[in-house]
T-cell receptor
């Protein structure tokens, strides 16, 4: 079993839809949770960074962490064609030195 | 304020040659990470370095791969005697503190022919 599981998609939605992206994990020591966006042939870009459980909102993006279920989500409201990219969840434990990434979900937002 | 700079962007090597990938972290960032990404796969951790020190190299193959982050100059990921299976995108990232998100470079795409 992988430490971080993420559905690779692809996920295709119409413009303006609410998008839900999810990851599950197995390591209960993870405390820091991140979402990155990666456009084709580019490096990942940090979107959201949260510590422990709870919600965090930034513009059209909301990150949720449920440590009891080992489940994290990223919601994108009013999705735009420019949101079409691969979204990577990532997480780490403080005592560890590395961040573990999910395989990424490819999202297509149709105009 | 330049971001994380990686060069070259594309590198073609014949089997058996050496590949040398360079990474200059963001200004003020002293933590450097190297990741490898294969098509349809996520980012796989290779090594974490601070200036002149390798902190965690648990993701790096024991043979042919090495990394350094000297006191002066960029971090270098070196792959000796490359094989076809080394073909991948190699990303460098940096952070100011260990407990914060990374800033990634645009990657070096290595092709072994």
């Amino acid at each position: 079993q992988k430490e971080v599981e993420q559905d690779p998609g692809p996920l295709s939605v119409p413009e303006g839809a609410i998008v839900s992206l999810n990851c599950t994990y197995s390591n209960s020591a993870f405390q820091y949770f991140m979402w990155y966006r990666q456009y084709s042939r580019k490096g990942p870009e940090l979107l959201m960074y949260t510590y422990s459980s709870g919600n965090k909102e930034d513009g059209r993006f909301t990150a949720q962490v449920d440590k009891s279920s080992k489940y994290i989500s990223l919601f994108i409201r009013d999705s735009q064609p420019s949101d079409s990219a691969t979204y990577l969840c990532a997480m780490s434990a403080y005592e560890a030195f590395k961040t573990i990434f999910g395989a990424g979900t490819r999202l297509f937002v149709k105009a | 304020n330049a971001g994380v700079m990686q060069n070259p962007r594309h590198l073609v090597r014949r089997r058996g040659q050496e590949a040398r990938l360079r990474c200059s972290p963001m200004k003020g960032h002293s933590h450097v990470y190297w990741y490898r990404q294969l098509p349809e796969e996520g980012l796989k951790f290779m090594v974490y370095l601070q200036k002149e020190n390798i902190i965690d190299e648990s993701g790096m193959p024991k043979e042919r791969f090495s990394a350094e982050f000297p006191k002066e100059g960029p971090s270098i990921l070196r792959i000796q005697q490359v094989v076809r299976g080394d073909s991948a995108a190699y990303f460098c990232a940096s952070s100011r503190d260990r407990a914060e998100g990374y800033t990634f470079g645009s990657g070096t795409r290595l092709t072994v022919v």
